[in-house]
């Protein structure tokens, strides 16, 4: 490993952002993959019924595999369907079925409907430690565009919004409206959850405007914005063809590397305070 802090806690992270294609699922799979390979014990839960944090980190979810479908709406155990990653030792995926999509609607009329993602890891990480299992250090959620039950489920579950941003035109627009839904989960289902951590995705440095947007996001979050930027990169847009993360595909890659230094920072900085 190349020595990262362990955190005193596990850290949850959801990785919210209202608009698809921003590189969300992205950050997911390459953060949690840095994290795992300098030896951080790192769980994902791809809860986007497209599966694209399952199929990137080389599980599999076809429809006939039990996943975090049965643990949200049929209460089979976390444990039950998580999967661990070929390529790295210290990762796990709880896999995501198309079967989710349905998830949405059969959830409105369940008990505890908001609850149940973080009922499932309260008890995955009891699970652990009775197993003598080391304990999680950090677990990622990859969420659906859409603000319905299943991104609710994720913000209850998590402490901590990582919010890849885009720099492109529209980037603080979109913005506001998540972070006045932020704050009705806030005040009405989990009075803990921060937005800690913002990263600026996509980047592509030949333009002015993606340095005007980078600027801007910055000065509007000047703690939250990590000093490391993702480029626009072939390899990070490939890796998942070959079922990888860019860490593994090619570590050496600019993508790669930049992955790696966001998930130092975000390790360096531990838990954001409230
Ligand atoms: P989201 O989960 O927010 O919908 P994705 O992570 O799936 O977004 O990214 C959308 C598309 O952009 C994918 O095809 C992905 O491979 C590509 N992509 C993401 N980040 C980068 C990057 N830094 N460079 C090049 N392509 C990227
Ligand atoms: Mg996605």
Not at 65 to 87: E, G, K, R
Not at 154 to 169: D, N
Not at 191 to 202: F, K
């Amino acid at each position: 490993g190349r020595g990262l802090p362990k955190p005193d806690n596990t850290r949850y992270f959801t990785i919210s952002n209202q608009k698809g294609g921003v590189g969300k699922t992205t950050t997911t799979v390459n953060v949690a993959a840095a994290l795992a390979q300098a030896g951080l014990n790192v769980l994902v839960v791809d809860i986007d019924p497209q599966g694209n944090a399952s199929t990137a980190l080389g599980i599999e979810h076809h429809s006939e595999i039990d996943s975090i479908y049965d643990v949200l709406i049929n209460d089979l155990p976390l444990q039950d369907v998580v999967a661990p990653c070929p390529d790295l030792e210290h990762l796990v995926v709880a896999p995501a079925t198309i079967d989710l999509a349905g998830a949405e609607i059969e959830l409105v009329s369940l008990v505890a409907r908001e609850q149940r993602l973080r009922r499932a890891l309260d008890q995955y990480s009891k699970y652990r430690d009775d197993q003598g299992m080391e304990r999680l250090d950090y677990v990622f959620i990859d969420c659906p565009p859409s603000l319905g039950l299943l991104t609710v489920n994720a913000f209850v579950a998590a402490r901590e919004v990582l919010i890849p941003i885009q720099c492109e035109y529209y980037a603080l627009e979109g913005l506001s409206q998540l972070l006045k839904n932020i704050e009705m989960i806030q005040k009405h289902l989990n009075a803990d959850l921060v937005v800690s951590t913002i990263l600026l995705t996509m980047y592509d440095g030949r333009t002015n405007l993606a340095a005007q947007v980078a600027q801007e996001v910055r000065d509007h979050f000047p703690h939250e914005v990590l000093e490391a930027v993702i480029p626009r990169s072939v390899r990070i847009s490939e890796a998942p063809s070959y079922q990888q993360s860019v860490i593994t595909y090619d570590r050496s890659s600019t993508g790669a590397l930049s992955y790696m230094e966001a998930s130092t920072e975000i390790a360096d900085r531990g838990v954001a305070e409230k």
